[in-house]
DNA sequence: AATTAGTTCAACCGCCAAATT
DNA sequence: TAATTTGGCGGTTGAACTAAT
């Protein structure tokens, strides 16, 4: 037997609300403060809804200090780059974004952003199967072939990463995966921009951002895996495949302690338990200490 | 002008974990 | 300690809107 209702659903308002009903939550939240009891809400404040629809409706409608569309160059990077690192996390997501929701940011992801980057990764691969005719490797070319012309340099900078040329795209994983797979940090460049996730302040961690009037499109001028947090994988090759697929192996080869090191803190940021028991599996093989399990203090 | 196809986004669903009883 | 309640989250749906034919 499952558990019981949060509220009677046959009783209560469905479906959109109308202005009548964003006054009368608007209201009492204005009048009680923070909601302390979301289920008990509804009949305090007189209205025929659901208490967890009324907090929906509060959190991702009616807070005065929500923002709607409009996202910057900025935002779309963030977004990218944290999804990228730790996949469809929305709400940490959001919680970088000042004003943004995660509801509003999964839907922006889902049906604008994720289009973008595929149109991206999709042109820097046409770029790589005409225009650098001979070249065995996507990286080897990246690396060889000095930057051409803007539309073309976003393409060739679109790397899809070692570890997704074989099958991590088709990891069960979904999006994050295949994602991740195809846009990861693949090298050490210095930045034009790129984004601390363990800062607590939102945007403002972003260093030498290309303003609107400099960078029209982030997808033309900047490389775009130096959006993919290069401090926090210590620069080497890292991605979402990894982390979900071959996790242990690959990035438990490497010698750097320190990129070890923020690996592990990282993957213990984000996935506290499935990343416990895969740090026990890979210490059979690797001499890897594991750290603690549980969410990063910046992140709660 | 009518129809169809595609897109957007608010809202819902179901699950999980923490808090409470 | 176990059962129940609640808050929070990510995935999904469907109505409304827009563009294309």
Redesign the pocket.
């Known amino acids: 037997m499952?558990?019981?209702p949060?509220c009677d659903?046959a009783s209560v308002k469905?479906?959109?609300?109308s202005p009548e009903e964003d006054e009368l939550l608007r209201s009492y939240v204005r009048s009680h403060g923070a909601?302390?009891?979301?289920?008990?809400l509804p009949q305090k404040a007189g209205l025929n809804r659901?208490?967890?629809?009324c907090?929906?409706?509060w959190l991702?409608?009616l807070r005065p200090d929500i923002k709607?569309?409009g996202y910057t160059e900025q935002e779309d990077m963030v977004i990218c780059s944290l999804y990228n690192s730790i996949g469809?996390?929305?709400?940490?997501i959001a919680s970088k974004l000042p004003g943004r929701t995660?509801?509003?940011v999964?839907?922006?992801w889902?049906?604008?952003l994720k289009k973008k980057a595929m149109a991206m990764h999709h042109q820097q691969q046409h770029y790589h199967h005409h225009g650098t005719a001979g070249r065995g490797h996507a990286r080897a070319a990246t690396i060889a072939t000095p930057p051409p012309a803007p539309q073309s340099q976003c393409a060739s900078y679109m790397q899809p990463s070692p570890a997704s040329a074989s099958s991590a795209v088709t990891t069960a994983s979904?999006d994050a995966a295949s994602f991740g797979a195809m846009y990861s940090p693949s090298h050490q460049a210095a930045p034009l921009g790129h984004y601390n996730v363990n800062a607590a302040a939102p945007l403002a961690e972003f260093s030498a951002m290309p303003t609107p009037a400099a960078a029209n499109s982030w997808a033309i001028n900047m490389a775009f895996e130096d959006m993919f947090l290069p401090e926090l994988v210590g620069g080497g090759d890292f991605s979402q495949a990894d982390l979900f697929g071959g996790f242990g192996a690959s990035l438990l080869q490497a010698q750097d302690s320190r990129a070890q090191s923020s690996l592990q803190e990282l993957s213990a940021c984000y996935f506290p338990?499935a990343q416990a028991e895969m740090w026990a599996a890979a210490a059979d093989h690797v001499n890897v200490k594991s750290p603690g399990a549980g969410l990063c203090p910046s992140l709660t």
């Open positions: 499952g558990r019981a949060c659903k469905r479906g959109p609300w909601v302390s009891n979301w289920i008990a659901c208490g967890k629809s907090r929906l409706r991702n409608y709607h569309g469809s996390r929305w709400s940490i995660d509801n509003d999964k839907n922006y889902n049906t604008k979904g338990n």
